[in-house]
């Protein structure tokens, strides 16, 4: 089906590295791929995932809809 000589080749178990492990194979026009981030250590799914509250948007959005826990911001104020 696919004309011979414009593709490059196509490897269906290529390794997937991450910190010098293989973690996973999958289809790919490399052997081999290196990679910094995979599902395994990303932060969204592994559930450690944190806000980053960046100039205080998410404190302004609570406290402008009545959500805004004063106890917490006190506690956050003691930490500084």
């Not at 910094?36 to 592994?46: A, M």
């Amino acid at each position: 089906m696919a004309k011979d000589g414009i593709h490059p080749e196509w490897y269906p178990e290529a390794k997937v590295y991450c910190n010098g492990k293989v973690v996973m194979t999958v289809g790919s026009t490399k052997p081999e791929l290196h990679v910094d981030v995979w599902s395994g250590n990303h932060p969204f799914y592994t559930g450690t995932q944190k806000i980053i509250d960046t100039e205080g948007r998410v404190e302004r959005f609570l406290r402008k809809y009545g959500m805004f826990d004063q106890s917490a911001a006190a506690k956050e104020e003691d930490q500084k």
